[in-house]
């Protein structure tokens, strides 16, 4: 299948799976045998090496030491108790919350208008607007924190938590983009058209019609937005200053100062939050296969 | 369906077919259109392309006017070494993340579709997860009393931890970028059809010779495509060698931070900005004409 150079998707290709795989049978040769064990063997040592260090950090956070050590010395939520009675890391993680919040919610709104303007849109220029909207996704994001950095600082914007989310909605268009604009070449454009002829008016059109179709799609965009924006790392180090001290930052200086469990409690709820949101996501998109299926 | 599919799906930035003119929907106002294109641009440009047109502006016009920042770039041998250390770094994580990947990818692509589904969690989970957490996590086990280091200990003799050296970098960048690969080689894999290594088993073919043979070339696309695509997201990488390596780690981002943050050169932080920005683009324009990492957004 060629890609059109023009794009990262193929539009119009509708995602099929392959028709059911058989399931192999049983290595007969002790050739294949030993090759199916081994690869086996692999497997499961690359599962090990991608979910230990996961695990390690949640660990850590029950230890009941105050030093980072394994095996743990003990089990315990001392660090915990810490870590909430400590208003500098609680306000971090609101910080955070609300930073991401603000983020995903202008993503989602730029991001789906976007999607539904490209999917109905005849001009030659589109390839460049699905250009510009993708493009945060693949420029390295230290250029993206020096490009804030230098605005912030020559506009007075540093440390402003308003103006750290406008930055972080940049890098969720992307992905409420694509995922909007893969339910779109779903959606029979002719719906619209229908209720147009039946009277209904443009924006009435689009919110009872276009919209709820896309519900889905735009709820996991607007999660994957909320992640980047609640997860981001580096450009923080540079437009925080004093006053928007998130919880990825507040790690940061705290990885680099001093270790203890305490900073696996933040990551703990940085993991948590995340993968919660995860599952969630999953949830969505198993309602709405179910619902497509029926 | 078919009618649809040639007057509107059309690929962004594609044309429609010569001399033929692509009929406006009954109706429909073209200002909608419009505006829905016009905002986000208008959004895109103020909030994005304005803050990094002034980063590039900054490279030749800080502190004078010129090239200056470049031929110093250029003429500077740290700087050559930086790069050096940058293109290695990512070359030998985006080798590693793909011999890795790939049996993972295999395995997912031929077990069953639940048991593909649940693994796939093993794979997403961590690329759900803060890149500053999982570099975390590899602080705690590569610490001289980390796991790996008191596993590693008797294998050794040497109680010092690897932290700070180009290994942990090259072991938390590995950790950090493998489900890239996975996902998108298992994204090809899932395409290719069962029935060809098959046939050409029954055709004689040995196992390994129709696994190389048949079933390889047909992964070969996205081998490439996903080992190039982690390289360019390597390149930029600065939480990773920041604090998992030492000095001698610094990539390129890491310098230009530290002329931010240490030497409050800001013209010399924007050049090497531009430089990566440049590298980082035109690797990225190959690997788009190679792959499509649509998969990753809608796992």
Known sequence: MSVPASTVEAPGVPRTRPPTRRRGRLPATPMERALHWSLLGVVTLVFAFLVIPILIVVLESFNSADYLSFPLEGWSLHHYRRFFADSAWVEATLLSARIALLAAVIATVVGTVAAWGLARSTSRGKGLVFALLYSPLVIPIIVLAMSYYFTFADYKLIGQWQMVAVAYSVMGIPYVLVSVSSALQQFDPELENAARTLGAGMTRTLLRITLPSLTSAISAGALFAFVIAFDEAVIILFVAGNDSVTLARKLWDSVRYDLTPTLAVAGTILIAVCVGLFCLSELIKTIRERRERR | MTARTTITRLPPGGDPAPGRVAPRARGRRPTFVTMALGLPVAFMAIVYAYPVGKMLMK????????????????????????????????????????????????????????????????????????????????????????????????????????????????????????????????????????????????????????????????????????????????????????????????????????????????????????????????LTLVVRRLTKVKGLVSL
């Open chain 2, 59 to 282: 490279s030749v016009t800080e502190p004078k006017a010129g090239f200056g920042n470049f031929t110093e770039a250029a003429t500077d041998s740290t700087i050559w070494d930086v790069l050096w250390v940058t293109v290695r770094l990512s070359l030998e994580v985006a080798v590693l993340t793909v011999v890795l990947g790939f049996p993972v990818a295999y395995f997912l692509a031929r077990t069953s579709a639940r048991k593909a589904r649940f693994l796939s969690l093993l794979v997403v989970i961590p690329f759900w997860t803060s890149i500053l957490v999982r570099s975390f996590a590899w602080i705690v086990l590569l610490g001289d009393n980390g796991l790996v280091t008191k596993v590693l200990d008797p294998l050794t003799g040497d109680s010092q931890g690897l932290l700070y050296s180009e290994s942990a970098v090259v072991i938390a960048m590995t950790h950090i970028l493998l489900p890239f690969p996975i996902l998108i080689i298992k994204g090809t894999l899932d395409q290719i059809d069962a029935s060809l290594p098959r046939a050409a088993r029954s055709l004689g073919a040995g196992p390994v010779r129709a696994f190389v043979q048949v079933y390889l070339p047909l992964a070969v696309p996205a081998i490439v495509s996903s080992g190039m695509l982690v390289f360019v997201i390597g390149l930029g990488f600065y939480v990773t060698p920041a604090l998992v390596g030492g000095p001698k780690q610094s990539t390129i981002a890491v310098v230009i931070a530290q002329n931010v943050q240490v030497n409050f050169d800001w013209g010399m932080a924007a050049t090497l900005a531009t430089m990566l920005l440049v590298l980082a683009t035109a």
